[in-house]
């Protein structure tokens, strides 16, 4: 008579560790969900902080390499830290020099210590004439610009779209520390996905 007894009791105990044991290995689950959630969460704050930052275009001056209402990246890492260097031909977002609270994206033509010109809609930089692919015909115009020397740590930026643009022949150069960002990718609309050229 004790031995069915017995074997009651083991089996009754068996069944409370097993319960014993699937709570503690759906507490040490969720616990491993959510340090592995909160730590991608951190890792996806550092990337937009540090390396990269979604932005919307808003505006027609960098068609057509850019439209309005384009969702991109920009790469603010390299500039922010000065670890990249401001190539001619980068397309940069800045504070604007007239208003800080205003971001501009614009493509930079003249880097410290070049002259710029513009004649007859043609960029003229230390007296080369500029070959901008990414400039239609049609989007050019014909205002010229007087020579002038860019600055020690300041650009000369335009927009593709020179005749609606609103860019350095305007408004002047654009400081070194004003320059936050490099476009580098349009994540949408899904049919212009693509690196920034």
């Known amino acids: 008579m004790s031995e ?3 074997q009651a009791v083991v089996s009754v105990a ?3 560790g097993e319960k014993a044991d699937s709570s503690r290995f759906t507490l040490v689950t969720t616990v491993a969900w959510v340090r592995d959630l909160m ?5 996806a704050v550092l990337v937009i902080l540090f390396l990269y930052r979604p932005v919307k275009v ?27 260097d401001i190539k001619r031909g ?3 977002v800045f504070y604007f020099p007239e208003d800080l609270s205003e971001s501009y994206i614009k493509r930079v033509i003249g880097l410290p210590g070049d002259t710029v ?3 007859d809609g043609y960029v003229i930089v230390n007296g080369k004439k500029l070959q901008e692919n990414y400039v239609p015909p049609e989007y050019r115009d014909d205002r010229s610009y007087s020579a002038r020397v860019v600055p020690p740590g300041q650009y000369f930026v335009l927009g ?5 643009s609103n860019d350095s ?10 320059i936050y960002g490099k476009a580098v990718f349009v994540f949408w609309p899904l049919n212009r996905i693509g690196t920034v050229r």
Do not use: C
């Open 117 to 119: 010109a513009v004649d």
């Open 39 to 43: 730590l991608s969460v951190l890792i």
């Open 160 to 164: 593709d779209h020179r005749s609606s």
């Open 14 to 16: 068996s069944g409370v």
């Open 169 to 178: 022949r305007a408004w002047g150069f654009v400081p070194r520390n004003y």
């Open 4 to 6: 069915p007894a017995s």
């Open 58 to 84: 808003e505006g027609t001056s960098m068609m057509p390499s850019l439209y309005d209402q384009e969702r991109l990246f920009i790469n603010q890492f390299s500039y922010k830290f000065g670890l990249g």
């Open 90 to 92: 980068d397309t940069v």
